[in-house]
């Protein structure tokens, strides 16, 4: 690490290869594992999502780029670069919405938040207490209120299978 800046160790630290990895588990396994579904309709509806999470705009669909890609012809190193550049573009973001709180966060911490940015409409603002618990290293109310979830064709609310690796990758539990 000699001659790097520090903001350059933190980077390395915040895109560890665990988190890159858990990522890509939660946002597309079988991308992950086989290297097929690069390109996959929403879960939630609305536009594709491509690689690992990425949800298509509709000024991406209309030029068929996503980051200067071509959407039709990605491959899996393109998928990656698209995730980094996702989640750099959130760990800006909630640089500049949560300022020096969220800089001097571990790098955990600062993980915690990019995945909830990263995944949730609304982001960080729609689990204010989670938030909140991150950012003041609450660790009972952090594992109280990370949970999400989604509304099934019945209308009936339902716990969403990322939540468990959530808990296992961010606490060690089941």
């Known amino acids: 690490m000699i001659g790097e ?14 988190f890159l990895n858990y990522m890509k ?18 879960p939630e509806g609305g536009n594709d999502t491509v690689g690992y999470g990425h949800k298509l705009t509709d000024e991406e669909i209309k030029s068929g780029k996503v980051y200067g890609y071509d959407i039709n012809n990605l491959n899996r190193d ?16 909630l640089t500049t919405k949560l300022g020096n709180d969220y800089k001097k966060l571990d790098p955990r911490r600062k993980q ?5 940015q990263f995944n949730v409409k609304g982001g960080v603002d ?15 109310t952090m594992q109280q209120e990370y949970k999400r979830y989604f509304k099934d064709q019945q209308g009936k609310y339902r716990e969403l299978a990322r939540n468990k690796s959530f808990s296992n990758f961010f606490f060690g539990k089941n």
């Open 5 to 18: 800046t520090k903001d350059q160790t933190d980077k390395m630290i915040l895109y560890s290869d665990n």
């Open 25 to 42: 588990k939660v946002e597309n396994e079988r991308l992950l594992k086989t290297g097929t579904g690069i390109v996959h309709k929403s």
């Open 126 to 140: 729609s689990f204010p207490k989670f938030k909140e618990a991150v950012l003041s290293n609450d660790i009972n």
């Open 112 to 116: 915690m938040l990019i995945d909830i």
């Open 78 to 93: 393109q998928a990656n670069t698209i995730l980094l550049r996702d989640i750099e573009e959130k760990n800006k973001l």
